[in-house]
């Protein structure tokens, strides 16, 4: 059960630092069906991770708190991100991802196992609209919209450095728009639409502030992968132009 006190709205609104909501976002109990579903998974396991010790909590961002560049996905998988405990850790989505940021010298290793391999984001953040691992990859509008409050507050707290944000899929698009709105800026009527490569400014609501980018990608998900909806350089691209958008070096 969820206090008035621990709701994300009101969570997430005290924290002043990214660790400071991120240390709140992992006691994060909104969701019931989510909190069973993450809780049941982490019991049970996967018979390949046997002997692992799973997270089984909501998965915070990961990557420096002066970020130029937010990648938002969906949410972590049941046996990646919800074992390891870090965004995009633990599964062929997020192996496909943290290489390409390698590649693009953004990213300290190419292989990432877990939360104690070292891994070292450079100007870069990872994140997700939905912070706990759902059934069949799909959270509900009601649970997309019960953790938003964590998203704009993470956003709000990069907004000094943030420039550009890459959103991974559809369902990303519509949660991450919103919660931008939340922290800050101007997102057109009507919505801009999803697109692989898309891009749209966002002004800031603040005269003065720097506007914002938001790029379009397919999920890295296996699926689009395997399908060939989404390849390795066509997931480089969209990096690397939200990367140079957003002032940081890249790697040619
Ligand atoms: S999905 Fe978000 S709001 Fe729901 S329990 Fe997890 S962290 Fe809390």
Known sequence: MCTAEDHPARAAARARTTAGLDARLVRCRACPRLVAWREETARTGRAAFRGQEYWGRPVPGFGPPDA?????????????????????TGDRAGDLLYAT?????????????????GLELYGVRVTAPVHCAPPDNRPTP???DACRPWLAREARLLRPTLRSVVVLGGFGWQAALPALAEAGWLVPRPR????HGVRTVLAPASPGDPPLTVFGSYHVSQRNVFTGRLTREML????????RTAGLPVAE
Do not use: Q
């Open 68 to 88: 130029a560049l937010l990648i938002s996905g969906l949410a972590p998988a049941a046996h990646g991100g919800n074992r390891t405990g870090r965004m995009f």
């Open 101 to 117: 940021l390698y590649e693009l010298g953004l990213a300290s290793r190419e292989t990432v196992t877990g939360r104690d391999d």
């Open 236 to 243: 480089r691209e969209v990096l690397a132009e939200a990367a």
């Open 192 to 195: 801009p639409k999803f697109g």
């Open 142 to 144: 009601g649970e997309r």
